[in-house]
């Protein structure tokens, strides 16, 4: 696990997702969502010692308690139906537990709710206090879509975990399946959209590095 302080919830600025991210601005989540979804003017307060169901979602997920988070995870919704972000936490359990239709059916409904959410900055594998648990649950995935190939749900979930592990051309593959059964996904058009976002910024970078390069050349010889 991380040290007992990035389990701290209501930090003022901080993103808590899992455990703590940091400042919300440098993971690029909107205000908006910020202060709709994740703030509560509350003192700071440890997810092991907390008896709100959010708390206890992160905590048995945290312990490695997967099936008892995604129960934590059903109270949290219930009690706040309208907050994305439960959504899309609860479908990280999902994908431990290794229900991949519930947490396709989360993540869209999540991003429906937040659809910033493919602009934010974070990295699925940090969720985790072990990396084991991350590389059993990708692992899980990966199996599943290869022993189910027809399964465009658990394409659009493996190409999900790929987009926020920043493998963009694993994930444009996933994406490209699931809009081959359905044209008009949104959330897989929006995450391609920002890949190819992304591949275009860094072709200019790319260009704009070879051409300074190409004038230093020049006026060294």
Do not use: C
Request: proline share 3%; no cysteine; net charge negative.
């Amino acid at each position: 696990m991380y040290p007992r302080s990035y389990y701290t919830r209501h930090r003022r600025d901080s993103f808590y997702f899992f455990i703590d991210l940091g400042d919300y601005r440098r993971r690029n989540l909107s205000t908006r969502v910020y202060e709709d979804t994740i703030y509560r003017d509350e003192e700071p307060v440890d997810i092991f010692d907390d008896r709100d169901a959010l708390s206890r979602a992160y905590a048995a997920f945290g312990e490695g308690k997967f099936y008892d988070s995604v129960v934590e995870f059903n109270q949290a919704i219930e009690d706040d139906p309208d907050n994305g972000i439960l959504y899309l936490a609860r479908a990280q359990a999902h994908i431990a537990i290794e229900d991949y239709r519930a947490a396709y059916d989360d993540i869209i409904t999540g991003m429906e709710f937040v659809p910033e959410w493919a602009e934010v900055e974070f990295s699925i594998a940090e969720l985790y206090g072990d990396p084991d648990w991350f590389r059993n649950h990708f692992d899980s995935l990966s199996n599943w879509v290869n022993k189910y190939p027809r399964d465009y749900k658990a394409h659009f979930v493996l190409g999900y975990i790929h987009y926020f592990q920043q493998d963009y051309e694993a994930a444009k593959s996933e994406f490209i399946y699931t809009l081959a059964w359905d044209e008009e996904h949104a959330p897989a058009s929006q995450m391609m959209e920002s890949i190819l976002a992304i591949e275009a910024e860094s072709e200019v970078l790319a260009a704009e590095k070879g051409e300074a390069e190409s004038d230093l050349e020049d006026e060294n010889l």
